[in-house]
Structures are given as structure tokens and as C-alpha cells.
């Protein structure tokens, strides 16, 4: 069987809400569940994106295997009632999960092995209290959990809203999940709780950052079944890193890998023409990106370039200390990710993935009051399910309608191209603004190619990122100097720290402008890396 959900966590001020919310007007019981996590010393099921346990439910006990899925919202799932004497944390029988896809894989894994078998890495003890409530597109589960995960002396506390599907499309999960969020103010946590055990049990306080995965595409698609792809590779950069900043503990590169996840995924939208069919998307996307650059900000930019400058001060025997570089102030990264909006656009993507039947009106603001926000325990229970996901890509024809997908990621590529080569050739020509405008369309043909490469010619393609990395990383450093000097202009003209640090960057900025030709010129040089049909 699948499991079909999506969990967030509860911030402290909305417990008893929540609660008291799942709980509803008969006042659903807390049942207790206490279980028992295994794996190898060597974390070889969690490495494989597989989970075992064996957990006391009330009066029952279940042995239960997951696998991730390819969507964030769905794992397969296979559970075993075992005997109600059973010990939780007596050792799991593998072979009662054979004959499903997830069970066979454990089962090989296991086979291949000649290390140490299976042992207890972790506990769990929750409080769960659970309500199912009927939608316009099937029926949830809503489950509320309390308590602790354990291992050894180490203990990690659990507070969470779990949203599973029982009956009906996935929309459903993903639109009562759009009430919870903006009501209680919850945030999406794609880390399930035998990976934050797995985690605990190995010390660590968070997960690694996830970076861009391949795009697998094939002649076979349509546009639309290739974008859904390509749209499934940004959430998943863009869910998992949003998901750790948003727990407060993380490092710069989760939030850079967050931005390349939005960067990637508005490249995608304008590479095959479909922003105006996802306006919530695609403006949400662009804010999100921009409010969390104060952050890359002062990460990539600013310590970098103070750190040479206090190298060019030393070099110039000067003693005085390098000046801090003035950024705009802005929230807290973990503040922007778990504020509603930012919320509500990886809802969005969710949705979109799965093929929604129509565009919903836009939520309501939270700061307009919580009230305006229907109880999804109000819809109307007459089932509405989906028949078929609706197009994303050519919905009501047009022209282009009828090429292939791959005819029309090349058409995209051919034009961003075209468009950086005449910027290259005018670079010296060109203003600050126009030559910002080139690094983000480089940026957009880099990450047009990652997705298109299944239909290009392989042995050029590593050859033509690596020229373009080089004009990416030039270019990049003459915008990073010019946001510099802009901010230093607009402090004090009479800091002998501050004029030092105008000249450096001065001479770094006339620097980079004379070795622009140079790049250009590997970049214009580069193979070709579309085929043309014959």
C-alpha cells in the first residue's frame, strides 16, 4: 500500500489550538504509540530510504516498512499485526514484508550484507490523537502527536500535525493542509520522525543540504509530463532545505540551496512559457528568492569581500580595522520560511505537481484574521474527487501546441542563448543594470541545460556548463563588487576605511571588466549541445 501525507511542525503558542482543533467537538481520545526503530550500525535502510519498526498501538502490535516515493507526498508502506503479547523491541522478521516492491528491496539489501544484522538505533513514544474529515476531494486524516523520540541519553521532543490521505486524490492532503498552515501558522517538515531519530541516534542536529537532482526527460513525454518532472525536482530542493531553515537550526548553504531550488524552478517556468499560467507561483517564488538575499547577502558577499579588504589593508600596512559592509536588514531566515506565504507556495507546488483540477481563489492573508479561513471539517462531504490532472503546459492549444517536448526545451535554450551571446559581445557597452540582467539569463540557460540534457549531446554538455561556470563565477563577482561599492557609497565619504574600500573595489571591478573578453570567448567557443533533427 501507499501512504499519501504531509507533516508540519506546531509552534509552541498553537498546541492547545491545534489540539484542541483535532480533537473537534466529540473529543477524539489520545491513543499511546510506542515503537522501536532498526536498522544496520552502518544506517544501510536509512541510506536507502527505507524505514523499519515495530510499534504498540493501544492494544496492538505492528511491525511496519516504508520507502520514500518520488513526489514528497507519497512512501509505500507495508504493515504486519503481530501477536498482542509481542515485544516492540524484540527484533523484526524481514521476510514477513516479502512479495512487496518496498519488502523485496529490504530483503536484497539485506542479503548483499556481511556486517553486523539489524539492532534498535532509536525509540518513540507519542500521544497521538487523530480525526478523519471529509472534503470536496476526499477524505484526511488529521493527527495530532505529542511526545519524544529517544536514543540512548539523547532525547529530541515531537510536536506535529500529520495530514494523510485515507480515501479519495491527493489534492485533498494538500488543501486541508492550506487551512492548517494559514489558521495555526504550521510549517512543512519533510523530515519524518525515523529521520530525525535516525539523526539523534547519529548525534547530528540537522540533515545535509539538498542540492539539484538530475532531470531525467525522455522523447516518449509530453510537455506537460516533462514539466511535471521538472517541477517535482525544484520542490524537492526547495521543500527539504525551507524544511531544516525552518526548524532553526541550519547553515548558509541550506539557505543557498534553498534559493537555487526557487532560482531553478521560476528557470523552468519562464524556459517553456508557462509563468502566466501560475501567477501565485511565480510571484510568490520571486519574493521568497529576494527575502531571503539578505541572508546570501551577507554570506557570500559580504564576508568574502571583507575579508579581503582587511588582506589588502594588512598588504598596504595600514592598521585600521575594514569596514563592515552595509546590507539592507531582513528577517530571520527561519521567520521568512515559516511565514504563511512562504508556506502556502510550497502548497502550491504540491498541488500543482499532483495535477490540480482548477486554480483556487487565493487563501486569505493570515494577518487578516484567522476567522476568514473556513473549517475544513465545514466542506461539503459530496466526494468531488479528479478524474485526470489538468495541463500545465499548451492548455488551449496555441502556437507550439504541436511540437515535442523536446523541440520546444531546445527552442528555449537556442533563444537564452543567442540573448547571453549579444550581451557579451555589448558587455562594455552595457550598463550595471542590463549586465545584472545577463548573469540571471547565464544562470537560466545553466539550469535550462541541467534540465534539457536528456535530449543533448552528453560528451559536449559538461564541456559547455564548464565554460559557462566560468562566465557565471566572472560575472558573479562583478555583480557581488558592484552591490558593494553601491553600499559603501551611501555611508560616509569622509571614513578613510570606507574611501580605502571604494578604491579597492574599484580597481577589483576594472579588473573583472577587462577579463570579460576572455571569458566570452571560451563560452563562445564552447561545443555545440543540441542536435538538430535530420
Given at each position: 500500500?501507499?501512504?499519501?501525507?504531509?507533516?508540519?511542525?506546531?509552534?509552541?503558542?498553537?498546541?492547545?489550538?491545534?489540539?484542541?482543533?483535532?480533537?473537534?467537538?466529540?473529543?477524539?481520545?489520545?491513543?499511546?504509540?510506542?515503537?522501536?526503530?532498526?536498522?544496520?550500525?552502518?544506517?544501510?535502510?536509512?541510506?536507502?530510504?527505507?524505514?523499519?519498526?515495530?510499534?504498540?498501538?493501544?492494544?496492538?502490535?505492528?511491525?511496519?516498512?516504508?520507502?520514500?516515493?518520488?513526489?514528497?507526498?507519497?512512501?509505500?508502506?507495508?504493515?504486519?499485526?503481530?501477536?498482542?503479547?509481542?515485544?516492540?523491541?524484540?527484533?523484526?522478521?524481514?521476510?514477513?514484508?516479502?512479495?512487496?516492491?518496498?519488502?523485496?528491496?529490504?530483503?536484497?539489501?539485506?542479503?548483499?550484507?556481511?556486517?553486523?544484522?539489524?539492532?534498535?538505533?532509536?525509540?518513540?513514544?507519542?500521544?497521538?490523537?487523530?480525526?478523519?474529515?471529509?472534503?470536496?476531494?476526499?477524505?484526511?486524516?488529521?493527527?495530532?502527536?505529542?511526545?519524544?523520540?529517544?536514543?540512548?541519553?539523547?532525547?529530541?521532543?515531537?510536536?506535529?500535525?500529520?495530514?494523510?490521505?485515507?480515501?479519495?486524490?491527493?489534492?485533498?492532503?494538500?488543501?486541508?493542509?492550506?487551512?492548517?498552515?494559514?489558521?495555526?501558522?504550521?510549517?512543512?517538515?519533510?523530515?519524518?520522525?525515523?529521520?530525525?531519530?535516525?539523526?539523534?541516534?547519529?548525534?547530528?542536529?540537522?540533515?545535509?543540504?539538498?542540492?539539484?537532482?538530475?532531470?531525467?526527460?525522455?522523447?516518449?513525454?509530453?510537455?506537460?509530463?516533462?514539466?511535471?518532472?521538472?517541477?517535482?525536482?525544484?520542490?524537492?530542493?526547495?521543500?527539504?532545505?525551507?524544511?531544516?531553515?525552518?526548524?532553526?537550526?541550519?547553515?548558509?548553504?541550506?539557505?543557498?540551496?534553498?534559493?537555487?531550488?526557487?532560482?531553478?524552478?521560476?528557470?523552468?517556468?519562464?524556459?517553456?512559457?508557462?509563468?502566466?499560467?501560475?501567477?501565485?507561483?511565480?510571484?510568490?517564488?520571486?519574493?521568497?528568492?529576494?527575502?531571503?538575499?539578505?541572508?546570501?547577502?551577507?554570506?557570500?558577499?559580504?564576508?568574502?569581500?571583507?575579508?579581503?579588504?582587511?588582506?589588502?589593508?594588512?598588504?598596504?600596512?595600514?592598521?585600521?580595522?575594514?569596514?563592515?559592509?552595509?546590507?539592507?536588514?531582513?528577517?530571520?531566515?527561519?521567520?521568512?520560511?515559516?511565514?504563511?506565504?512562504?508556506?502556502?507556495?510550497?502548497?502550491?507546488?504540491?498541488?500543482?505537481?499532483?495535477?490540480?483540477?482548477?486554480?483556487?481563489?487565493?487563501?486569505?492573508?493570515?494577518?487578516?484574521?484567522?476567522?476568514?479561513?473556513?473549517?475544513?471539517?465545514?466542506?461539503?462531504?459530496?466526494?468531488?474527487?479528479?478524474?485526470?490532472?489538468?495541463?500545465?503546459?499548451?492548455?488551449?492549444?496555441?502556437?507550439?501546441?504541436?511540437?515535442?517536448?523536446?523541440?520546444?526545451?531546445?527552442?528555449?535554450?537556442?533563444?537564452?542563448?543567442?540573448?547571453?551571446?549579444?550581451?557579451?559581445?555589448?558587455?562594455?557597452?552595457?550598463?550595471?543594470?542590463?549586465?545584472?540582467?545577463?548573469?540571471?539569463?547565464?544562470?537560466?540557460?545553466?539550469?535550462?541545460?541541467?534540465?534539457?540534457?536528456?535530449?543533448?549531446?552528453?560528451?559536449?554538455?559538461?564541456?559547455?556548463?564548464?565554460?559557462?561556470?566560468?562566465?557565471?563565477?566572472?560575472?558573479?563577482?562583478?555583480?557581488?563588487?558592484?552591490?558593494?561599492?553601491?553600499?559603501?557609497?551611501?555611508?560616509?565619504?569622509?571614513?578613510?576605511?570606507?574611501?580605502?574600500?571604494?578604491?579597492?573595489?574599484?580597481?577589483?571591478?576594472?579588473?573583472?571588466?577587462?577579463?570579460?573578453?576572455?571569458?566570452?570567448?571560451?563560452f563562445r567557443q564552447a561545443p555545440r549541445i543540441w542536435r538538430d533533427r535530420s
Amino acid at each position: 500500500m501507499q501512504e499519501i501525507e504531509l507533516k508540519f511542525q506546531v509552534p509552541a503558542a498553537r498546541r492547545a489550538a491545534v489540539d484542541a482543533a483535532v480533537a473537534g467537538r466529540e473529543k477524539s481520545p489520545r491513543i499511546r504509540l510506542q515503537a522501536a526503530y532498526f536498522d544496520t550500525p552502518d544506517r544501510a535502510l536509512a541510506q536507502a530510504g527505507m524505514a523499519l519498526r515495530i510499534r504498540r498501538e493501544g492494544r496492538r502490535v505492528v511491525q511496519t516498512l516504508k520507502g520514500l516515493g518520488n513526489d514528497g507526498l507519497t512512501r509505500a508502506e507495508h504493515n504486519v499485526v503481530l501477536p498482542p503479547s509481542g515485544d516492540p523491541e524484540a527484533l523484526p522478521d524481514p521476510s514477513l514484508h516479502a512479495g512487496t516492491a518496498v519488502g523485496d528491496r529490504l530483503i536484497a539489501l539485506l542479503a548483499k550484507r556481511k556486517g553486523p544484522p539489524l539492532a534498535m538505533q532509536f525509540r518513540t513514544d507519542i500521544r497521538r490523537r487523530s480525526r478523519q474529515l471529509r472534503t470536496r476531494q476526499g477524505v484526511v486524516e488529521l493527527a495530532f502527536d505529542e511526545g519524544v523520540i529517544v536514543a540512548g541519553d539523547r532525547r529530541l521532543a515531537v510536536c506535529e500535525l500529520e495530514i494523510e490521505l485515507v480515501r479519495g486524490s491527493p489534492l485533498a492532503v494538500i488543501a486541508t493542509a492550506r487551512q492548517w498552515v494559514l489558521r495555526h501558522g504550521l510549517w512543512l517538515d519533510t523530515r519524518s520522525k525515523a529521520e530525525r531519530g535516525d539523526m539523534l541516534s547519529r548525534g547530528e542536529s540537522m540533515a545535509p543540504q539538498r542540492k539539484a537532482g538530475k532531470v531525467r526527460l525522455s522523447e516518449e513525454m509530453t510537455m506537460d509530463d516533462a514539466l511535471r518532472r521538472m517541477l517535482l525536482s525544484c520542490l524537492d530542493q526547495i521543500a527539504v532545505n525551507s524544511s531544516q531553515v525552518a526548524s532553526g537550526e541550519y547553515v548558509d548553504e541550506h539557505v543557498h540551496q534553498l534559493r537555487i531550488g526557487l532560482r531553478r524552478l521560476r528557470s523552468a517556468l519562464r524556459l517553456v512559457d508557462v509563468e502566466a499560467a501560475m501567477p501565485a507561483v511565480t510571484e510568490q517564488a520571486a519574493i521568497l528568492f529576494r527575502r531571503l538575499g539578505a541572508a546570501r547577502d551577507r554570506a557570500a558577499v559580504a564576508e568574502p569581500l571583507e575579508q579581503g579588504l582587511r588582506e589588502a589593508l594588512a598588504a598596504s600596512g595600514l592598521e585600521f580595522d575594514a569596514p563592515r559592509l552595509p546590507l539592507r536588514e531582513e528577517a530571520d531566515p527561519t521567520d521568512i520560511v515559516r511565514f504563511g506565504p512562504a508556506q502556502v507556495l510550497i502548497l502550491e507546488l504540491y498541488e500543482w505537481t499532483q495535477g490540480r483540477v482548477a486554480s483556487p481563489s487565493p487563501p486569505p492573508s493570515p494577518q487578516r484574521g484567522e476567522g476568514a479561513i473556513p473549517d475544513a471539517s465545514c466542506i461539503d462531504d459530496a466526494p468531488r474527487y479528479p478524474a485526470a490532472p489538468s495541463p500545465l503546459w499548451g492548455e488551449g492549444g496555441g502556437e507550439g501546441a504541436d511540437l515535442q517536448t523536446r523541440d520546444i526545451l531546445v527552442k528555449g535554450l537556442k533563444r537564452l542563448h543567442r540573448q547571453v551571446i549579444t550581451d557579451l559581445k555589448n558587455f562594455d557597452t552595457l550598463k550595471d543594470v542590463a549586465r545584472h540582467r545577463l548573469r540571471k539569463r547565464a544562470k537560466r540557460l545553466r539550469y535550462g541545460t541541467e534540465f534539457a540534457a536528456s535530449f543533448l549531446e552528453k560528451r559536449k554538455v559538461r564541456r559547455y556548463l564548464d565554460a559557462m561556470q566560468q562566465m557565471q563565477d566572472a560575472l558573479g563577482a562583478y555583480v557581488d563588487v558592484t552591490v558593494a561599492m553601491q553600499a559603501y557609497k551611501s555611508q560616509s565619504d569622509k571614513d578613510p576605511r570606507i574611501l580605502f574600500a571604494l578604491g579597492w573595489l574599484a580597481a577589483r571591478k576594472k579588473a573583472l571588466i577587462a577579463d570579460i573578453p576572455r571569458i566570452a570567448k571560451v563560452f563562445r567557443q564552447a561545443p555545440r549541445i543540441w542536435r538538430d533533427r535530420s
